[in-house]
C-alpha cells in the first residue's frame, strides 16, 4: 500500500490535490476525509475545554458538593431531584450548547422539552413507548427537511436571529446522538412507572442504592424524583458525551453521578490516555503512508491491480474504525476523567473479527447495547429475531443518515444475519461439532463472512467509486488473487479461533473469581419490607387503586 500511495506512481496525480503538507518522513498526509480533518484540527481547543472542565468541575466538587457528601450518599432519601454532582455539569452544559448553537439552543430546548413532557404525562401506559417513538422518529426527519430550521422561515422580521447559530451552524447534524438519549429517559422513566404498579416504591428504591456492576445500574431504576428536568438536561448535554457519545443510559448516568464507579481510578484514566495517544500516533502514521481516502475517493481503479484495489478497501475500512475509535476513545477519556465510566465503543480490532453477530457488538458497542435494551428486547427479542433484526437495522440506518444507499448497506447487512443464523444452528448440532475437522468448517464460512462484510460496509461507507472497485476485484483478472486470498483468510482464522478460546478461558477464571469473591464477603443488605406505620406492608400503586 506505501509502494501503491508513491508519488512516483503515475495515478498520484489524479489525487495529489486531495492531500495536505505533512510531518512525518517528509511527505504528504491524507486528510481528504471532512469529519477527520475537522477533528483533528479541533483537537486542541477539546482538549483545553476537557482539562477547563475537569478542573472547574473538581474545584466545584471540593468547594460545594463535599460538604453534601456524607448525607447524600448515606441517607439518599433526603436527597432527591436535583442532584448536586449535577449542578456545575448543569451551569457548563447550558453555556456550552449556546456557544455551539447560539440562539438555535431555543429548538433543542422546545424539542427536548417536548419529550420530557411527553414522558412525564403518559410514562407508565402501555402505548407510551409508541407515543416516544413517533416523537422522536418525527424529530429526527424534521431536522433532516427543515436542516436545524430558521428563524427567517418562521417570521421574516425574526430572520436577523440567523446570523448568531453559534460555532456549530448545524446543530441538527449532531442530534442523532441527543435523540438517543431522550428516548433512554423517557424508556427508563415509563419501566420506573410501570415497576411501581407491580412492587411498592421502597422496595425499588432499596434496589437502587446498592449498585453492584454495570448492568445494575443500567437495568435498575432511579429514585423516583430523580427523573426531574434539571436532571434530564444535564444528562442530555453532558459536554464529554454530548457530541459523539459513548451512548449512556439515563439510569446508568444518575446512579454514577450518585455513586461514583469503582471502576474510575487515577491509574486506569492514565493508562488509557496513554492508549488514547498511541492510536492518534498510528492513525497518523497510516495516513502519511497510505493514501487510501483520497484514492477512494478518487474512484479511478482501472491502473490498480486486484490485490492493490482490496488493499486499499481494506484500509480504507480500517481507517473508518481507527477514526471512529480516536473520537469515541477521547470522549470516553474526558468522561473517565470527570469520573463518569461508560462503554468503550470500539472493544475489538475490526480485523478480529470473523461473525456478523459479534462484529456488530463490538462497532459502535454502546449504541448496540441502547439497540438491544430499548428496540430488541420490547419488539420479542430472540423470539422475534427473523423480523425483528430488519426493525433494527433500517432504524440504523435512517438515524445515520435518510438515503437509499444507506438502507441498502442495511438491508444486505440484516440479509446476511439469515445464513450465519442457520449455519451456527445446523453446524452447532453435536454431529458436526464432535468431527476432527469441524474447525476447518467453521472458517470456511467465517472467510465468507469477513468478505460479505468488507463488501456491504463499503457499499454504505465506502465512496461513490466503490461499484469500479468491486467490478475490478471480482473480475476475470481477480480470480486468482480471490482464491489465495480466501485460503489465506482460512489459516488466519484458525489463529484467531484458538486466541477466542484464551479469552473464554480468561473470562471464566476472571468470573469464577469475582464469584468467590462475593461469597467470602457479601456484606449487601437484603432489600426490607417497607412500613407504613402499621403491621400491613406498604401496598403498590396497583393495591392503592383497586382498593
Given amino acids: ?94 453555556v456550552f450548547a449556546i456557544v455551539l448553537s447560539g440562539v438555535s439552543t431555543v429548538f433543542i430546548l422546545a424539542i427536548t422539552g417536548g419529550n420530557f413532557i411527553l414522558a412525564k404525562r403518559f410514562g407508565g401506559r402501555r402505548w407510551a413507548p409508541a407515543v416516544f417513538w413517533v416523537y422522536n422518529m418525527a424529530v429526527l426527519f424534521a431536522n433532516e427537511y427543515y436542516k436545524g430550521y430558521e428563524f427567517g422561515r418562521m417570521l421574516q422580521s425574526l430572520a436577523w436571529l440567523d446570523e448568531w447559530r453559534g460555532v456549530l451552524r448545524r446543530w441538527d447534524v449532531t442530534f442523532n446522538i441527543t435523540m438517543l438519549r431522550m428516548m433512554s429517559f423517557a424508556m427508563d422513566y415509563h419501566w420506573r412507572v410501570r415497576q411501581e404498579d407491580e412492587t411498592s416504591v421502597q422496595q425499588i428504591d432499596a434496589l437502587v442504592a446498592n449498585p453492584r456492576t454495570e448492568k445494575d445500574r443500567v437495568e435498575r431504576s432511579c429514585f423516583a424524583q430523580d427523573y426531574c428536568f434539571a436532571n434530564y438536561w444535564a444528562y442530555l448535554l453532558y459536554p464529554p458525551l454530548y457530541l459523539t457519545g459513548p451512548i449512556i443510559t439515563f439510569n446508568s448516568f444518575v446512579s454514577q453521578m450518585r455513586y461514583p464507579s469503582p471502576s474510575i481510578s487515577v491509574k486506569h484514566t492514565t493508562v488509557y490516555g496513554i492508549r488514547l495517544l498511541a492510536s492518534a500516533l498510528l492513525m497518523e502514521l497510516i495516513l502519511h503512508t497510505v493514501y487510501c481516502v483520497a484514492i477512494s475517493k478518487w474512484g479511478q481503479w482501472e491502473t490498480f491491480s486486484a490485490y492493490e484495489i482490496s488493499l486499499f478497501g481494506y484500509m480504507r475500512l480500517s481507517f473508518i474504525w481507527l477514526k471512529l475509535l480516536i473520537i469515541w476513545r477521547f470522549a470516553r477519556f474526558w468522561a473517565m476523567a470527570d469520573g463518569i465510566d461508560t462503554v468503550e465503543n470500539m472493544r475489538r480490532c475490526m480485523s478480529n473479527n470473523y461473525s456478523l453477530q459479534q462484529f456488530w457488538r463490538d462497532w459502535h458497542c454502546s449504541y448496540n447495547k441502547w439497540l438491544v435494551r430499548y428496540v430488541y428486547i420490547p419488539l420479542g427479542g430472540r423470539r ?116 477466542r478460546e484464551y479469552e473464554y478461558r480468561k473470562e471464566y477464571a476472571a468470573h469464577e473469581a469475582s464469584l468467590a469473591q462475593w461469597e467470602m464477603a457479601d456484606t449487601a443488605p437484603s432489600a426490607p419490607v417497607a412500613r407504613n406505620g402499621s403491621d400491613s406492608p406498604t401496598l403498590t400503586k396497583r393495591q392503592q387503586r383497586s382498593g
Fill in 1 to 94: 500500500m506505501y509502494q501503491a500511495s508513491s508519488p512516483k506512481r503515475p495515478e498520484y496525480a489524479g489525487y495529489k490535490d486531495e492531500l495536505s503538507k505533512g510531518w512525518m518522513f517528509g511527505r504528504m498526509i491524507d486528510l481528504s476525509d471532512g469529519q477527520w480533518d475537522t477533528f483533528r484540527s479541533h483537537l486542541p481547543a477539546f482538549a483545553s475545554l476537557m482539562f477547563l472542565y475537569v478542573a472547574m468541575n473538581w474545584v466545584f466538587r471540593l468547594a460545594v458538593v463535599r460538604r453534601v457528601s456524607s448525607e447524600f450518599l448515606q441517607t439518599p432519601t433526603k436527597v432527591r431531584g436535583f442532584l448536586p454532582t449535577l449542578w456545575f455539569p448543569f451551569l457548563f452544559a447550558t
Fill in 384 to 499: 422475534t429475531s427473523t423480523w425483528n433484526t430488519f426493525v433494527i437495522f433500517t432504524f440504523v440506518a435512517l438515524w445515520h443518515d435518510l438515503t437509499m444507499r444507506l438502507l441498502q448497506w442495511a438491508w444486505i447487512i440484516a440479509l446476511l444475519f439469515l445464513p450465519e443464523g442457520l449455519a451456527t444452528w445446523y453446524f452447532g448440532k453435536p454431529r458436526w461439532s464432535s468431527k476432527p475437522y469441524f474447525r476447518l468448517l467453521c472458517s470456511l464460512g467465517g472467510t465468507v463472512n469477513i468478505m460479505t462484510m468488507m463488501i456491504a460496509n463499503l457499499v454504505g461507507f465506502g465512496d461513490e467509486g466503490v461499484e469500479k472497485m468491486l467490478a475490478k476485484i471480482f473480475s476475470r483478472s481477480g480470480f486468482v488473487f480471490l482464491a489465495v486470498a480466501y485460503a489465506i483468510l482460512n489459516m488466519y482464522l484458525q489463529v484467531i479461533f484458538e486466541w
